[in-house]
């Protein structure tokens, strides 16, 4: 179904940018300075948003003429493209996603869309979900590898994943017993580790279980 996979839901806003001859530097040159010095880590505005896999943001200048026998076409216009895979069903899960941007992070939704034709600011929220939905485009492409897990369930997926991929590598050659013995410590131990913050690299911290790297 168009924007909806399961639980996923994928967004894709275009949203156009202001042409002023008199800004200096111009809007799109903004947008772009601003998007080099946001953090990609958990820091970032888009992982401060609860539900969010992924986000992606480009500044698109025109679209490409692949030569004949395609039209060779133009925007009006440069657009700022927001792509996010996130966690809402339907249309009131898309408001309370969009809420929760403004809601969390709308200090810096302002600093990018402020430079957007007809953007209201992200404090008057019913006027916000507006205009994003205005700008919203139907997609049936997704970027996140699942479809009915929420974001706190793929993390402990790829959570679970890497720290049995480490006890795998640190108990090679041992006893069946002594294996057995350290697993269970290790399933204890690794149901009690808290979830890593959205944003943040899948590391897991070493359990010790009596390993050859203890």
């Given at each position: 179904?168009?924007n909806?996979?399961?639980?996923?839901?994928?967004?894709?806003?275009?949203?156009?940018?202001?042409?002023?001859?008199?800004?200096?530097?111009?809007?799109?040159?903004?947008?772009?300075?601003?998007?080099?010095?946001?953090?990609?880590?958990?820091?970032?505005?888009?992982?401060?948003?609860?539900?969010?896999?992924?986000?992606?943001l480009?500044?698109?200048?025109?679209?490409?003429?692949?030569?004949?026998?395609?039209?060779?076409?133009?925007?009006?216009s440069?657009?700022?493209?927001?792509?996010?895979?996130?966690?809402?069903?339907?249309?009131?899960g898309?408001?309370?996603?969009?809420?929760?941007?403004?809601?969390?992070?709308?200090?810096?939704?302002?600093?990018?869309?402020?430079?957007?034709?007809?953007?209201?600011?992200?404090?008057?929220?019913?006027?916000?979900?507006?205009?994003?939905?205005?700008?919203?485009?139907?997609?049936?492409?997704?970027?996140?590898?699942?479809?009915?897990?929420?974001?706190?369930?793929?993390?402990?997926?790829?959570?679970?994943?890497?720290?049995?991929?480490?006890?795998i590598?640190?108990h090679?050659?041992?006893?069946?017993?002594?294996?057995?013995?350290?697993?269970?410590?290790?399933?204890?131990?690794?149901?009690?580790?808290?979830?890593?913050?959205?944003?943040?690299?899948?590391?897991?911290?070493?359990?010790?279980?009596?390993?050859?790297?203890?």
């Amino acid at each position: 179904m168009a924007n909806q996979n399961g639980t996923m839901y994928g967004l894709t806003i275009l949203s156009p940018i202001i042409d002023d001859d008199k800004a200096v530097p111009s809007h799109d040159l903004q947008i772009r300075a601003y998007l080099a010095s946001l953090p990609t880590d958990r820091q970032s505005p888009f992982a401060q948003a609860p539900g969010t896999h992924l986000a992606r943001l480009v500044v698109m200048d025109d679209v490409i003429y692949v030569g004949m026998p395609s039209c060779e076409e133009h925007l009006k216009s440069k657009y700022l493209v927001f792509e996010s895979n996130i966690d809402a069903t339907g249309e009131s899960g898309l408001d309370r996603y969009l809420t929760g941007l403004a809601q969390h992070s709308g200090t810096h939704i302002d600093a990018i869309w402020s430079h957007c034709v007809g953007y209201p600011g992200a404090s008057e929220i019913p006027a916000f979900l507006r205009y994003m939905k205005a700008c919203q485009l139907t997609t049936t492409f997704y970027f996140a590898a699942v479809n009915n897990k929420n974001l706190q369930q793929t993390q402990r997926a790829l959570q679970t994943q890497r720290a049995v991929a480490d006890f795998i590598a640190s108990h090679q050659g041992l006893a069946a017993a002594q294996t057995q013995a350290a697993f269970n410590q290790f399933l204890q131990q690794l149901d009690a580790m808290p979830l890593p913050p959205a944003g943040e690299p899948h590391v897991v911290r070493a359990i010790k279980t009596g390993g050859k790297n203890e």
